[in-house]
């Protein structure tokens, strides 16, 4: 019953150009953390630098998320997409034609961040079309396109070891065209979507404390996301000695968890409440990160991993159910700053444990220091679910 009403009262068919537009542009976003083996073997990086080289495409999409969130919001999210995959396009030709020195890489790394930044189109484009009792559901379906990624971890290796590194680019312009005609096609602009408020409202809502205990959350749950996910393949085949191909084969079974869950993630929390859920699933990471901080065997690691990315994957999921209750008019731009934040934990993730592992020639440390700021995250995620208790009983009084 539950199912048939909401297929009933959104858009079937943008919700399922904003999953495929937010897919390939995750793809996208994350090849060069694929490919990140191959290119550090080529130039001989040091740990230090392979942390900078997956970072730069995250910190390239966490910059450019709040003017997407601005432009969709007053351009409205189809046009904004369009314009998002066009420029796209651009780092994928440098990749595949020009990119024979370092300095290319990271230029091209971070113009990847466009794609990153598709998720502050992505979402409140589907977002609006549905109403509040089925925000986790419509968002945790939009948002499971950062299962691009899971193509990226799984084809790039493989391509890379037939063709060469620079050639994945160039193959990835063919999924993109594909998806920028179907996005064209598909998608429909919310005709009760709320206009564009001024920049004024917008800094009234910064005020807000809740806008950036958000920020902070989502730069762990999605940060560890793509953070992880960008460093792992380096990590397994440096740390493990396991091949590319099969690092890149671990990585996707974990991205794979991480992606598909978070719908689940969206929908449990539509019951049981999303600052709730965002607690247990805290203290769950919390926990888990102090095992892969022993580096246990290949095996056990993997297991943790993958129970690590579902954490991930259902928190992200969870935020944004409570993101569309609290901040109802300003999701777009909302959505754009809480993805900077998740952006910029994902640059600083990969940055750390580079840096821990060159200073201390150790990959634990990194991953010790991830499990203090995940405790402080679990203490404020329990204090801000008093709260939301709180707002909604007094919402409901109101309504009475």
């Not at 509040?132 to 299962?147: D, V």
């Not at 084809?155 to 620079?166: D, I, T």
């Not at 920049?199 to 992880?228: D, N, P």
């Not at 402080?376 to 939301?388: D, E, I, K, S």
């Amino acid at each position: 019953m539950a199912r048939k009403s909401f297929w009933r009262v959104g858009h079937a068919p943008t919700l399922l150009s904003s999953f495929l537009y937010f897919d390939i542009s995750f793809m996208i976003w994350n090849l060069l953390g694929a490919l990140g083996v191959f290119v550090a073997e080529q130039f001989a990086l040091t740990p230090a630098e392979k942390g900078l080289m997956v970072a730069i495409p995250v910190l390239g999409g966490a910059l450019l998320r709040i003017p997407m969130g601005l432009l969709a919001d007053r351009w409205g999210g189809k046009r904004a997409g369009l314009l998002g995959m066009a420029v796209t396009a651009m780092p994928l030709v440098w990749g595949w034609r020009f990119a024979d020195q370092m300095t290319d890489v990271y230029a091209l790394g971070f113009l990847l961040g466009v794609g990153g930044a598709s998720f502050a189109v992505a979402l409140p484009l589907a977002s609006r079309w549905y109403p509040k009792e089925y925000q986790g559901l419509a968002m945790g379906i939009a948002g499971a396109g950062n299962s691009g990624t899971v193509l990226a971890t799984l084809f790039g290796p493989r391509l890379a070891e037939m063709y060469g590194w620079n050639a994945v680019f160039g193959l990835a312009l063919v999924p993109l065209v594909v998806v920028f005609l179907l996005f064209a096609w598909l998608a429909r602009e919310c005709p009760t979507a709320v206009k564009p408020i001024s920049l004024r409202e917008y800094r009234a809502v910064l005020q807000r404390k809740e806008a950036w205990l958000f920020c902070f959350f989502y730069s762990l749950s999605f940060g560890g996301f793509v953070g992880l996910t960008g460093y792992l393949g380096i990590f397994f085949f440096d740390e493990y000695g396991i091949s590319k191909v099969t690092a890149g084969d671990f990585v996707t079974a974990v991205v794979f968890a991480g992606s598909f869950i978070r719908p689940i993630g969206g929908y449990i929390a539509d019951r049981i409440g999303g600052m709730r859920l965002l607690s247990l699933l805290f203290a769950a990471g919390t926990l888990l990160l102090a095992c892969i901080g022993t580096l246990p065997s290949l095996f056990v690691l993997f297991g943790l991993m993958v129970a690590l990315f579902l954490c991930f994957g259902a928190a992200n999921g969870a935020l944004f159910q409570v993101v569309p209750t609290w901040f109802p008019k300003e999701v777009g731009l909302l959505t754009g700053i809480i993805g900077a934040a998740g952006g910029l934990g994902g640059f600083l993730l990969p940055n750390v444990l580079g840096v821990m592992k060159q200073w201390t020639g150790s990959s634990a440390y990194g991953f010790w220091m991830l499990v203090f700021v995940f405790m402080a995250a679990v203490m404020a995620a329990r204090r801000l679910q008093g709260t939301t208790v709180a707002v909604e009983s007094f919402s409901q009084k109101a309504a009475e």
